[in-house]
């Protein structure tokens, strides 16, 4: 008898607890976000890619990272929908992608508007910038900046008028013929290199050169290293006549209605670079310019690898955790 019972009360209580779990909801299941983010082959491409890959990590994201790729797979990435968020240039989609033909005079915070507009329409949304303009510049050692009192490309031509064009200049093979090239440069600022004082060679050389003070003047990126290790002097491009080629992260529209979070979260990586959010100026840009010249440089000099720099890029800023 007392077995029967105690059979009884425990089938009582599986039946209370069957009962209880079909009353209670079941637990919801946090939907899994995933998104890929992609990046070029160069220094500066693979470190964002990793600042952006682990911030959206860290902010509860799956990411998957496709680096080195060309900047056609790139936006054919986003444009098939395998892709999801890249940091572009304005001046590549501008004349890259868009196939527009660029004016001098166009200043960053103008080409940015375009861009983002006609990307727009295409299903792509532009977020803040961050202002490194990586386009083509004119570098010069500190001290001859001081002797000749140069701070812009106005300055530069100033002094090649008053020196006749004798003042030694180091440009790429490139860069020497091509009609939007150095002859729209001097034709821009109003100045001529003679034609003895004017050194060419390969990309790269040019810094080559300018290390070994083989040049007074040389051709570098807005964010090359060698700049930062040299301690060189750019000179602003105050008539605004090379195109602007700020980097910013770019998101697929459907993705970014899916996870609208992406959006703060990208600009709040953008706004600890100087004036992320903020119209561009001459001091915003050149200040962006040092910062990822320093980024650069962890790499390409102190040899750290791409994720160790944006690691420790993320945590110096508080962004992420240690």
């Known amino acids: 008898m007392q077995k029967a019972m105690t059979v009884v009360v425990a089938a009582l209580l599986l039946v209370s607890l069957m009962v209880l779990a079909i009353g209670c909801p079941p637990a919801e299941v946090e939907p899994v976000k995933e998104v890929t983010v992609g990046s070029k082959g160069f220094t500066e491409q693979l470190i964002v890619g990793e600042l952006m890959k682990q911030l959206l990590e860290d902010r509860g994201f799956e990411v998957t990272l496709e680096s080195g790729l060309s900047t056609t797979a790139l936006r054919g990435g986003m444009e098939a929908g395998d892709i999801d968020i890249v940091a572009e240039y304005t001046g590549t989609a501008w004349m890259v992608h868009?196939?527009?033909?660029?004016?001098?005079?166009?200043?960053?915070?103008?080409?940015?508007?375009?861009v983002k507009e006609v990307d727009a329409g295409k299903g792509i949304v532009w977020l803040d910038p961050m202002w490194n303009n990586n386009t083509y510049a004119?570098?010069?050692?500190?001290?001859?900046?001081?002797?000749?009192?140069?701070?812009?490309?106005?300055?530069?031509?100033?002094?090649?008028?008053?020196?006749?064009?004798?003042?030694?200049?180091?440009?790429?093979?490139?860069?020497?013929?091509?009609?939007?090239?150095l002859p729209a440069l001097q034709e821009h600022y109003g100045f001529v290199v003679d034609e003895g004082f004017l050194m060419t060679g390969a990309a790269g050389m040019s810094l080559v050169a300018l290390a070994e003070?083989?040049?007074?003047?040389?051709?570098v990126f807005g964010t090359d290293p060698a700049i930062v290790k040299h301690g060189w002097t750019v000179l602003t491009d105050d008539k605004a006549f090379f195109p602007p080629y700020d980097m910013t992260p770019s998101v697929r529209a459907e993705v970014l209605e899916k996870f609208p979070e992406i959006r703060d979260i990208l600009n709040e990586l953008?706004?600890?670079?100087?004036?992320?959010?903020?119209?561009?100026?001459?001091?915003?840009?050149?200040a962006g310019q040092r910062a990822w010249q320093e980024l650069n440089a962890k790499v390409d000099i102190e040899g750290m690898l791409p994720s160790e720099a944006a690691r420790e890029y993320l945590i110096e800023h508080g962004l992420i955790g240690k």
């Open 98 to 114: 868009f196939g527009r033909e660029y004016e001098p005079g166009i200043d960053n915070n103008e080409l940015y508007r375009l």
């Open 138 to 181: 004119l570098a010069v050692w500190p001290e001859f900046a001081a002797e000749h009192n140069l701070a812009t490309l106005s300055d530069l031509a100033a002094l090649y008028r008053e020196m006749e064009g004798k003042v030694t200049m180091f440009v790429t093979l490139e860069f020497a013929a091509r009609p939007d090239g």
């Open 213 to 219: 003070r083989e040049t007074e003047v040389g051709m």
């Open 270 to 286: 953008v706004a600890s670079f100087p004036g992320g959010g903020e119209p561009a100026t001459a001091e915003i840009v050149a």
